[in-house]
């Protein structure tokens, strides 16, 4: 039951893009594609994961004076690991995403879950916060990312080969033929534009929901 909660927290209640709007900075930068949306959000993932496992291991061991250098020690390690990795497997991806992926350790967002449940609750507990958190702010990426790109180039899966090989070719739809790029979608303001709707669309939903509630509850009060 708790872990069930954890991830509607982490997916939907306090995602990290929509709700905490923290990780700004690669998610309108990076976003222009599906693919590139789905790099970079792996690549947090990832290091979410690793980070807030080691520090739920050690946090009976730091000192709490010293506890936020040890964490980002930790996080910029992972990060590093992360990089060669991406480096090393998805070369031309890793290329694209450029200085952002070693930028993931200034990430608010991984520092912040160290720091708020990490160092207060067992490896278990945070690395299900961690998946949580993570694939929230993913799936934010990659529809993002599916908007501009779908806008900006009238395709979805655009050069998916550089996380899926030669399988990825097979993967790219294309939405409209001879579609000329729209420009501003692939563009900074096209991502804040995008994000804006995103986030106007989960507080339409969420209040929806607690219309509904509050609605049934009045109904149980007088019946």
């Given at each position: 039951?708790?872990?069930?909660?954890?991830?509607?927290?982490?997916?939907?209640?306090?995602?990290?893009?929509?709700?905490?709007l923290?990780?700004l900075?690669?998610?309108?930068?990076?976003?222009?594609?599906?693919?590139?949306?789905?790099?970079?959000g792996?690549?947090?993932?990832?290091?979410?994961?690793?980070?807030?496992?080691l520090?739920?291991?050690?946090?009976?061991?730091?000192?709490?004076?010293?506890?936020?250098?040890?964490?980002?020690?930790?996080?910029?390690?992972?990060v590093?690991?992360?990089?060669?990795?991406?480096?090393?497997?998805?070369?031309?991806?890793?290329?694209?995403?450029g200085?952002?992926?070693?930028?993931?350790?200034?990430?608010?967002?991984?520092?912040?879950?160290?720091?708020?449940?990490?160092?207060?609750?067992?490896?278990?507990?945070?690395?299900?916060?961690?998946?949580?958190?993570?694939?929230?702010f993913?799936?934010?990426?990659?529809?993002?990312g599916?908007?501009?790109?779908?806008?900006?180039?009238?395709?979805?899966?655009r050069?998916?080969?550089?996380?899926?090989?030669?399988?990825?070719?097979?993967l790219?739809?294309?939405?409209?033929?001879?579609?000329?790029?729209?420009?501003?979608?692939?563009?900074?303001?096209?991502?804040f534009?995008?994000?804006?709707?995103?986030?106007?669309?989960?507080?339409?939903?969420?209040?929806?929901?607690?219309?509904?509630?509050?609605?049934?509850?009045?109904?149980?009060?007088?019946?």
């Amino acid at each position: 039951m708790i872990n069930k909660q954890i991830f509607k927290t982490g997916l939907w209640d306090n995602n990290v893009g929509l709700v905490q709007l923290l990780g700004l900075c690669p998610l309108l930068a990076v976003t222009s594609s599906t693919i590139n949306g789905l790099g970079m959000g792996l690549a947090t993932t990832v290091t979410l994961l690793i980070s807030s496992a080691l520090v739920s291991v050690t946090r009976n061991l730091v000192p709490a004076d010293v506890r936020i250098p040890v964490f980002v020690l930790i996080i910029a390690a992972t990060v590093t690991i992360v990089e060669l990795l991406m480096n090393a497997y998805f070369h031309d991806l890793y290329l694209i995403l450029g200085i952002f992926i070693p930028l993931i350790v200034t990430n608010c967002a991984i520092i912040g879950r160290a720091e708020v449940f990490a160092s207060r609750n067992s490896v278990a507990e945070s690395v299900t916060d961690a998946l949580a958190m993570g694939l929230g702010f993913t799936l934010v990426l990659v529809v993002l990312g599916a908007m501009r790109e779908a806008l900006g180039y009238g395709t979805l899966l655009r050069q998916a080969d550089l996380l899926f090989g030669q399988f990825g070719a097979y993967l790219q739809i294309t939405l409209f033929d001879n579609y000329r790029e729209f420009l501003i979608a692939i563009l900074p303001p096209g991502a804040f534009i995008g994000l804006g709707i995103l986030i106007a669309v989960k507080n339409i939903i969420d209040t929806g929901q607690s219309r509904k509630k509050i609605s049934a509850q009045t109904e149980a009060a007088t019946a």
